[in-house]
């Protein structure tokens, strides 16, 4: 899925493989890059085509999971309108309009800041 490179590196599991922790900075960049960013909106747009369906139907496990974490953090980092709409939007179709609880916590923790024009939409 497109929007999960938008994290970074951040430890590793017991298994050895790579945790990785949304990064908002980062998914700025993304969302601004011409050909990322318009890539993640048209694959969005695409997802929401899906009525009646669940991520976890169309996603499986655990991409679903992934998709509103990645939801959460782009709905964040959008300065554009269009782009928080469109992000919250999946977020209301697919998870009852509720955000990832652990990219908030993460947001809120410091170890990714909250953008300054944060005007406590999603």
């Not at 309108?81 to 999946?90: G, M």
Request: glycine share 8%; aromatic share 6%.
């Amino acid at each position: 899925m497109v929007c999960l490179s938008a994290t970074v590196q951040f430890g590793s599991k017991r298994d050895g493989s790579a945790v990785r922790h949304p990064d908002i900075d980062q998914a700025r960049r993304y969302l601004a890059d011409p050909i990322l960013g318009n890539r993640l909106r048209h694959d969005v747009s695409l997802i929401l085509r899906h009525k009646g369906k669940s991520a976890r139907e169309i996603l499986g496990s655990p991409d679903d999971l992934k998709f509103r974490s990645c939801l959460t953090l782009f709905c964040k980092a959008a300065s554009e309108k269009s782009d928080k709409s469109l992000f919250a939007e999946a977020l209301d179709q697919f998870y009852n309009g509720q955000p990832d609880p652990r990219t908030l916590g993460l947001l809120r923790s410091g170890w990714m800041p909250a953008p300054k024009h944060d005007d406590g939409e999603r």
